[in-house]
């Protein structure tokens, strides 16, 4: 069985910065590349960050140079690190195993002032 499970969505203000942490059950977490997407209310979903087993990393433009993704495989986690927030990266954020049905149930980033 797997599961995956997001922390650490919350309200902060522009500027600021919030950790999501993924934590992942089952044994396929070290095969995957693993990727964080996000979907604001009337907006599709769309990938964020991806990062492969081996670490390797893209991002969505309009984050690059201020979200970092990142891993760790002998503890099944996957984190996005996201600094100077803006308000249109208001969105419920989700962790999900690439090439596969596996989602988290999402955790809420809300920037605002």
């Known amino acids: 069985q797997v599961q995956l499970v997001e922390s650490g969505g919350g309200l902060v203000q522009p500027g600021g910065s919030l950790r999501l942490s993924c934590a992942a059950s089952?044994?396929?977490?070290?095969?995957?590349?693993m990727g964080w997407y996000r979907q604001a209310p009337g907006k599709q979903r769309e990938l964020v960050a991806a990062?492969?087993?081996?670490?390797?990393?893209n991002y969505l433009d309009s984050v690059k140079g201020r979200f970092t993704i990142s891993r760790d495989n002998a503890k099944k986690m996957v984190y996005l690190q996201m600094n100077s927030l803006k308000p249109e990266d208001t969105a419920v954020y989700y962790c999900?195993?690439?090439?596969?049905?596996?989602w988290g149930q999402g955790t809420q980033v809300t920037v605002s002032s």
């Open positions: 089952g044994s396929i977490f070290s095969i995957y590349a």
């Open positions: 990062i492969t087993n081996g670490g390797g990393t």
């Open positions: 999900h195993i690439a090439s596969t049905g596996y």
